[in-house]
């Protein structure tokens, strides 16, 4: 991708009602655009690294054995009814017809998916059974804030899976436990699984997905020793308490809630009656869980927890784009050629090598183009000018990382595949 084609532009100065990192550089950067509180458009940079994170989402739950579908947004008034919520959930949008009729616009869609999947269950052998979609979800949030951390409109990873027993519904749960670990660490992220209310479903705890950062909103109580955490709204400890675990001392921190797993138990299978012939020949009731991962607050929070005061840090997972090439004018013709000679072959071969690559071809300052360059953050940047030309080499500066270093030319190739892969 060339600069120059990119329909976007960065701005020179963050938005001034920026609350936040993400929504300073993300809005900064041309990532997303806001339409208005809580609700944005994804941009071109922006949708490459929401897909990259949506990626691996997906290839995680498919490998607990996920079927993805795509359920609608809008939902009728009468699942509500049925399960009691049309009038509970305070951030449910509702929207009526011009012919009288009322909807919902899908905060979760437990409403759905429950008559949904329990259309085809019969017998115990139709079960356990695991159906997740990536979907847009509304929530009428009272207050839309920290960028794209807290819409009103945002993409969620929903997935539900039915059981015949308890022991089996807790076995799963676990594996989905297991593979949301390995999605936020192939996000680049350090995550605190955190023991959090059951919400309206359980008695018992849930398990949120927490990243540590200043702009969370949620208070932990976390072990400095050990994995314990508790979410400080059910919490029985107090900061400077022994670790009930390690009986390491508990501090508080705060965090950014991007994932949440409960055990439904009988909750909304009651409701919708989901009921299956047991091996006894009993008629039983289904069991459920629930989990979400807020794949447009994921890349948010992603923002949070890797930038500096110039720009992003993308992990090579998710970079919009791997490689980031700045070439430098010269004003002597001949150096100038050979400048945009070189440049351009490079950026070709790698393009050729199905290497991602974003070059800065713009007629800007070098100044302009070093800092959109850690504005946008990709994880390698290539500077090519007259100085690096009389070594026969180009300026390798990976973003992480604080001091760049000369590659001679016919390496850089090499080395940039070895950089990806590392
Ligand atoms: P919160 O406590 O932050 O309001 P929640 O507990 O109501 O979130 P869940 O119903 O557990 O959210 O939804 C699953 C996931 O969807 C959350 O863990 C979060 O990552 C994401 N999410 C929830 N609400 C929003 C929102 N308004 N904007 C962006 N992402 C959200
Ligand atoms: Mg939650």
Not at 26 to 54: C, D, I, T
Request: with cysteine.
């Amino acid at each position: 991708m060339k600069l120059s084609k990119l329909f976007t532009k960065t701005s020179k100065m963050p938005p001034h009602d920026a609350d936040t990192t993400n929504a300073k550089f993300l809005l900064q950067g041309s990532f997303v655009h806001q339409e208005m509180a809580g609700v944005y458009s994804w941009l071109p940079l922006g949708l490459r690294v929401l897909n990259k994170v949506v990626g691996i989402v997906r290839e995680e739950i498919d490998a607990i054995g996920g079927q993805e579908i795509l359920m609608p947004a809008l939902q009728p008034k009468e699942n509500w009814d049925t399960t009691g919520r049309w009038n509970t959930v305070d951030v449910l949008f509702k929207i009526k017809s011009q012919t009288g009729k009322e909807y919902a616009l899908g905060p979760t869609h437990e409403e759905i998916v429950t008559p949904l999947v329990g259309s085809f269950i019969r017998s115990y052998k139709d079960l356990p059974v695991a159906v997740y979609q990536i979907q847009t979800k509304y929530r009428d949030e009272l207050r839309a804030k920290s960028g794209i951390l807290r819409g009103r409109e945002f993409g969620m990873k929903d997935l539900y899976s039915f059981h015949a027993t308890q022991e089996d519904l807790e076995r799963y749960y676990q594996e989905v436990l297991q593979a949301y670990v390995r999605i936020f660490q192939r996000c680049g992220l350090d995550v605190k699984v955190v023991e959090a209310s059951g919400g309206s479903f359980t008695k018992k705890f849930s398990h949120e997905f927490q990243v540590v950062t200043p702009a969370g909103e949620d208070v932990i109580l976390a072990c400095s020793a050990c994995t314990f955490a508790q979410n400080s709204e059910i919490t029985t400890f107090k900061e400077g308490d022994k670790c009930p675990n390690c009986g390491g001392i508990l501090t508080i921190v705060k965090g950014i809630e991007v994932g949440n797993i409960f055990d439904l138990n009988k909750k909304f299978s009651e409701a919708f009656k989901v009921e299956f012939t047991a091996e006894d020949g009993s008629r039983q009731t289904c069991l459920m869980g629930c989990y979400g991962i807020g794949t447009t607050r994921l890349v948010g929070t992603i923002v949070e927890a890797l930038h500096d005061e110039r720009g992003i840090i993308w992990p090579k997972s998710v970079a919009p784009y791997h490689v980031h090439i700045v070439n430098l004018n010269s004003k002597d013709e001949a150096t100038q050629a050979k400048i945009l000679e070189t440049t351009l072959s490079l950026y070709e071969d790698l393009k050729k090598e199905g290497i991602e690559v974003i070059w800065d071809d713009r007629d800007a300052s070098p100044g302009e183009k070093l800092a959109d360059a850690d504005l946008l953050g990709m994880p390698l940047r290539i500077l090519v000018s007259e100085k690096t030309l009389r070594e026969d080499s180009i300026e390798w500066k990976p973003r992480a990382e604080k001091d760049a270093r000369l590659v001679r030319l016919r390496d850089v190739l090499e080395e940039i595949q070895t950089f990806i892969k590392g």
